[in-house]
């Protein structure tokens, strides 16, 4: 049978003591502004994903006009 290595429990200690930034709240207006910027950028690729649907759809009635014929 082998037999099983013990490895000694060894927590790696960072190299340099690193400090986090204090915490700043956030005012109401900076909410609403970061909620107005996300939205802008969801719509955006939104639209964006919409006008290749709309390509596809025009694509896609070409070729129904032409099997139609």
């Known amino acids: 049978m ?4 013990k490895k000694p429990n ?5 190299a340099e003591a690193t400090t986090r930034k204090a915490w700043v709240p ?3 207006v900076d ?7 996300k939205q802008e950028k969801r719509v ?7 006008d290749q649907e709309k390509l596809l759809l025009v ?3 070409k070729a129904k006009a032409a ?3």
């Open 2 to 5: 082998t037999t099983a290595v």
């Open 10 to 14: 060894t927590i790696a200690a960072p």
């Open 26 to 28: 956030k005012t109401p």
């Open 31 to 37: 909410v609403v502004l970061e909620q107005i910027g």
């Open 44 to 50: 955006a690729t939104l639209q964006k994903e919409l």
């Open 59 to 61: 694509k896609l009635a």
């Open 67 to 69: 099997l139609e014929v």
